[in-house]
C-alpha cells in the first residue's frame, strides 16, 4: 500500500505562486507514476501534471492550460513530488490531489490518492 500526504495549498491572489509538495510512504516502485489531479467544484476530477521516475521520453506530462505556468518534479530517493505553480489563474481554483499510477505486470491499473489540499486563487 502507498499512503500520500499533501502540504502547501492556500489562499493566493491571480498572478501569484504557491508550491504544493506530497509525501509518499509504503512501498513505492520505479515504476510508479507520480502526479496531481484538480477538482473544481461541480467539475470532474482532472489529470493536472505526471512525472515518472525520470526514464520515459513522454513525462513530464501538463494538462494544456497549465503547461508554462506550472512545473512538476520528483525526488526519487524521498519518495516526494512537488507541482511549483506560477501566474495563477482564478480557474485554477480547485482541490488538489496527489497521486501515484501503478501499473501491474498483468495490466491492472492502481491509483492511490491523498486525501486533497484547496488551493483558492482570488483577489
Known amino acids: 500500500q502507498v499512503q500520500l500526504m499533501e502540504s502547501g495549498g492556500g489562499l493566493v491572489q491571480p498572478g501569484g505562486s504557491l508550491r504544493l509538495s506530497c509525501a509518499a510512504s509504503?512501498?513505492?516502485?520505479?515504476?510508479?507514476?507520480m502526479g496531481w489531479y484538480r477538482q473544481a467544484t461541480g467539475k470532474q476530477r482532472e489529470l493536472v501534471a505526471q512525472?515518472?521516475?525520470?526514464?520515459?521520453?513522454?513525462?513530464?506530462w501538463y494538462e494544456s492550460s497549465v503547461k508554462g505556468r506550472f512545473t512538476v518534479s520528483r525526488d526519487n530517493a524521498k519518495n516526494t513530488v512537488s507541482l511549483q505553480m506560477h501566474d495563477l489563474l482564478p480557474e485554477d481554483t480547485a482541490v488538489y490531489y496527489c497521486n501515484v499510477w501503478r501499473r501491474t505486470i498483468d495490466g491492472t491499473n492502481i491509483n492511490f490518492w491523498g486525501q486533497g489540499t484547496q488551493v483558492t486563487v482570488s483577489s
Open positions: 509504503g512501498n513505492i516502485v520505479s515504476s510508479d507514476v
Open positions: 512525472m515518472d521516475s525520470g526514464s520515459s521520453p513522454y513525462y513530464p
